[in-house]
């Protein structure tokens, strides 16, 4: 499906075109062929910016997510390992029952689960390393607690790599849509001042033929959003159907209270429901779908969820 970008960008090659052609000195307002010429052509170069981040995004995302895997398979298959070697009256087992009370499939109950495993995990090596005749330290396989420990360690960068790669593609993609809203707004105004200083007729004028322009363009209606679900510390949301009319981009933007001045958080909007997170656990998040054409940009009604 076409990008919103790329009409704007044919639209400004083809302006240029007859610009340069005729009357490269004429201007519009403050605005000269050369700042228009720069602008078009900044297009392609931001959205070569954006998709080379957007690369690096997901590269940050795998990475995160590979490693929690490794996290996720580590806490859910020692903490019954372990379980199996303790004796009934063990005083560990206190602790066992502490792990089996963390969810683990969210990453932040990942990381809680993993941290208290490395505590009961080292407690059992120490027992182990005090019998007669001393008991190597307990592994899963190849698996040690050393290696949970690292992989526990790296996952605050990862997530931390994650969200700054975000906020990097945020920007790229704000500055694209600035750069192609200013294109097709000087698009308009070009078009609409050559017309009306050549003569009908003229062969400036009658150069117009070979830009394209576009029927009359409506508001985008807003998408509303159904429902907010908690799921672990992710949200699943949903939409209520029919909505978005006119919209060439529907985005779910969301806002976390106390740490975002505003909706500085966005991912593109499947129709069908969808999860974003993980987010602090008892956070305030607000949401809102911003629905976006070459018109006009409408909001949503916003909604929120306190995280419990």
Avoid: C
Avoid at 69 to 88: C, G, K, M, N, W
Avoid at 173 to 202: C, I, P
Avoid at 274 to 303: C, E, K, M
């Amino acid at each position: 499906m076409a990008e919103y970008w790329q009409a704007m960008h044919v639209r400004g090659q083809q302006s240029l075109g007859v610009w340069g052609t005729f009357a490269a000195a004429f201007q519009v307002g403050p605005l000269t062929f050369q700042e228009h010429t720069t602008d078009v052509a900044g297009i392609l170069t931001q959205v070569m910016a954006r998709n080379t981040q957007q690369d690096v995004f997901d590269d940050a995302v795998l990475a995160r997510d590979g490693n929690f895997r490794r996290i996720h398979d580590i806490v859910v298959r020692v903490p019954p390992l372990i379980d199996a070697t303790l004796e009934d009256h063990d005083s560990l087992n206190q602790d066992l029952g502490d792990i089996y009370q963390v969810n683990p499939d969210s990453q932040q109950g990942g990381m809680e689960r993993a941290r208290r495993l490395i505590s009961l995990w080292n407690r059992v090596n120490a027992k182990r390393a005090a019998l007669t005749p001393a008991l190597p330290e307990l592994q899963m396989d190849t698996t040690s607690v050393a290696d949970l420990s690292t992989a526990l360690a790296n996952h605050s960068h990862l997530l931390q790599t994650v969200e700054n790669e975000r906020s990097e593609l945020n920007q790229q993609k704000s500055q694209l849509q600035t750069t192609a809203n200013r294109v097709d707004r000087n698009n308009k105004r070009w078009y609409e001042a050559w017309g009306h200083n050549f003569a009908v007729g003229s062969p400036e004028h009658n150069a117009l033929a070979d830009v394209t322009t576009e029927p009359s363009t409506s508001s985008p209606t807003a998408q509303e959003i159904d429902t907010l679900t908690q799921v672990g510390l992710t949200v699943a949301v949903t939409y209520v159907p029919g909505g978005g009319n006119h919209a060439t981009t529907l985005t779910l933007q969301w806002q976390v209270v106390g740490v975002d001045a505003d909706f500085g958080h966005d991912t593109p909007l499947i129709l069908t429901g969808q999860t974003v997170g993980p987010f602090p656990a008892g956070a305030t998040i607000h949401f809102r779908v911003q629905a976006s054409n070459s018109a006009d940009t409408t909001d949503s009604a916003t909604q929120s969820l306190t995280l419990t």
